[in-house]
T-cell receptor, first 113, second 113 residues
Framework: DTEVTQTPKHLVMGMTNKKSLKCEQH?????MYWYKQKAKKPPELMFV???????INESVPSRFSPECPNSSLLNLHLHALQPEDSALYLC????????????FGDGTRLSIL | AQSVSQHNHHVILSEAASLELGCNYS??????LFWYVQYPGQHLQLLLK??????LVKGIKGFEAEFIKSKFSFNLRKPSVQWSDTAEYFC???????????FGSGTRLQVQP
């Protein structure tokens, strides 16, 4: 079992809906990440938080809005998504150091109707 | 910008065969290198990592990888594969003080009993 918990595991939403993806870790990690993974493709970085502050935004459209309310939680707020946003969304965490491995959650499989 | 290449997209082996998966990266400075595995329906798991020191690193489940700086390579090896090794394997790198991982395109390994 992974130590990074993501909810929900599956989400189906319409293009006008607003929903949120949640990620939680209790390993004391101070860096947290969102990745997007399309079928048969590698994960692609979306956002990086370090000590609850956004440090990297990989030019992600504003319909994706990340939030880090505390050091254990990471949210991804979704609004007005497009069908091409359907993918597996992965959360990861690591100690806040350049040479520390990232621990991944199981992901949320998102389908946009 | 850093990039990672995995030239073997799909590898089919029989049980007990030896495995070598190629990984090349492009970045001239200090790099951290990782191999992750994704079993069907499961989360990304760290197999092994290289930060510094001995260029031959050993990971979990009998896997090892060799860092060859002159060739910008970090190939994954296993002397004898098992059916349970069937999975997607991703090479990843972070470099230049950037915490975020860049993944290769992945290699799908299929081990036939």
């Amino acid at each position: 079992d992974t130590e990074v918990t993501q909810t929900p595991k599956h989400l189906v939403m319409g293009m006008t809906n607003k929903k949120s993806l949640k990620c939680e870790q209790h390993m004391g990690h101070r860096a947290m990440y969102w990745y997007k993974q399309k079928a048969k493709k590698p994960p692609e970085l979306m956002f990086v938080y370090s000590y609850e502050k956004l440090s990297i935004n990989e030019s992600v459209p504003s319909r994706f809005s990340p939030e880090c309310p505390n050091s254990s939680l990471l949210n991804l707020h979704l609004h007005a998504l497009q069908p091409e946003d359907s993918a597996l969304y992965l959360c990861a965490s690591s100690q806040d150091s350049f040479n520390q491995p990232q621990h991944f959650g199981d992901g949320t499989r998102l389908s946009i109707l | 910008a850093q990039s990672v290449s995995q030239h073997n997209h799909h590898v089919i082996l029989s049980e007990a065969a030896s495995l070598e998966l190629g990984c090349n990266y492009s970045y001239g400075g200090t790099v951290n290198l990782f191999w992750y595995v994704q079993y069907p329906g499961q989360h990304l798991q760290l197999l092994l990592k290289y930060f510094s020191g001995d260029p031959l690193v050993k990971g979990i489940k009998g896997f090892e990888a060799e860092f060859i700086k002159s060739k910008f390579s970090f190939n994954l090896r296993k002397p004898s594969v098992q059916w349970s090794d069937t999975a997607e394997y991703f090479c990843a790198v972070n470099a230049g003080g950037r915490r975020a991982l860049t993944f290769g395109s992945g290699t799908r390994l299929q081990v036939q009993p």
